[in-house]
């Protein structure tokens, strides 16, 4: 089987396992109370949108083709031998279906390997399926911004001001990056801040490590840090591993 040919293969397998033209297509034009909607999506699909609209299809394929490919290459498996493996357990058609969901809409090239990793780590050890869908959820709900963040959570924060320790104590750093700091380090997040921090904790992968400390936690005091679990999948996002040619 020829390269091109394999990485049209496992696109097609994972397109199957996430979603369809049909459904989307449906979605468009079915039912009555979104007939005059359809009529004016037909109209825009009859135009140059009809070229847009492929051009993103084509990019969910390639999405589909790449994580799949990772996958494969993380598992040490063919592409024939990973679908099969899939096929033949429910749980991983639905690791899968995750995965390559989020592969398809993501613009950060590094989660594509990091969703590949995922997948791959479900398939060559069964036991880690149900925790490998967890961090495929985690990673499909972060983009740039969250990922800027977390790279920042992960270094180490800055000490205690000596007026705010025990007189004669060492130097001693903050549980976690307070507020103040992580705007001086990244100005741009002035007005998403609060957005990125809510959507990190609601996937688990940070915390304010300063609450039920002594001056810590509550409004100015948050001390923030990544969870062991931000740690891991941090780690995924930032493996320096090109993706395989599909």
Same mark, same amino acid.
């Given at each position: 089987?020829? %390269?091109?040919?394999?990485?049209?293969?496992?696109?097609?397998?994972?397109?199957?396992?996430?979603?369809?033209?049909?459904?989307?297509?449906?979605?468009?034009?079915?039912?009555?109370?979104?007939?005059?909607?359809?009529?004016?999506?037909?109209?825009?699909?009859?135009?140059?949108?009809?070229?847009?609209?492929?051009?993103?299809?084509?990019?969910?394929?390639?999405?589909?083709?790449?994580?799949?490919?990772?996958?494969?290459?993380?598992?040490?498996?063919?592409?024939?031998?990973?679908?099969?493996?899939?096929?033949?357990?429910?749980?991983?058609?639905?690791?899968?279906?995750?995965?390559?969901?989020?592969?398809?809409?993501?613009?950060? %090239?590094?989660?594509?390997?990091?969703?590949?990793?995922?997948?791959?780590?479900?398939?060559?050890?069964?036991?880690?399926?149900?925790?490998?869908?967890?961090?495929?959820?985690?990673?499909?709900?972060?983009?740039?911004? %969250?990922?800027?963040?977390?790279?920042?959570?992960?270094?180490?924060?800055?000490?205690?001001?000596?007026?705010?320790?025990?007189?004669?104590?060492?130097?001693?750093?903050?549980?976690?990056?307070?507020?103040?700091?992580?705007?001086?380090?990244?100005?741009?997040?002035?007005?998403?801040?609060?957005?990125?921090?809510?959507?990190?904790?609601?996937?688990?992968?940070?915390?304010?490590?300063?609450?039920?400390?002594?001056?810590?936690?509550?409004?100015?005091?948050?001390?923030?840090?990544?969870?062991?679990?931000?740690?891991?999948?941090?780690?995924?996002?930032?493996?320096?591993?090109?993706?395989?040619?599909?």
């Amino acid at each position: 089987m020829t %390269e091109d040919s394999t990485g049209q293969k496992a696109a097609e397998v994972a397109l199957k396992a996430a979603t369809s033209v049909g459904a989307v297509a449906g979605g468009l034009t079915g039912g009555p109370p979104g007939a005059l909607a359809g009529v004016a999506a037909k109209e825009v699909l009859d135009a140059a949108g009809s070229r847009l609209i492929e051009k993103i299809w084509e990019r969910r394929r390639e999405r589909a083709a790449q994580v799949m490919a990772v996958g494969a290459a993380q598992s040490n498996a063919s592409i024939d031998r990973l679908s099969e493996t899939i096929e033949s357990s429910p749980e991983l058609l639905a690791l899968l279906s995750e995965t390559v969901q989020a592969a398809m809409e993501t613009p950060l %090239e590094s989660k594509i390997y990091a969703l590949g990793g995922c997948l791959g780590r479900g398939v060559r050890d069964g036991t880690r399926v149900d925790a490998e869908r967890l961090r495929v959820r985690g990673l499909a709900r972060i983009e740039n911004s %969250e990922v800027e963040l977390m790279a920042l959570l992960n270094e180490e924060p800055g000490f205690i001001p000596a007026d705010e320790q025990n007189e004669g104590t060492e130097p001693t750093r903050w549980l976690g990056w307070r507020r103040t700091e992580i705007l001086e380090a990244l100005p741009g997040f002035v007005d998403v801040l609060d957005a990125c921090i809510a959507r990190l904790m609601a996937e688990g992968l940070a915390i304010d490590a300063g609450v039920g400390t002594w001056g810590g936690g509550g409004v100015g005091r948050e001390q923030w840090a990544l969870t062991a679990f931000g740690k891991d999948c941090l780690r995924l996002l930032q493996a320096v591993t090109p993706n395989p040619a599909v």
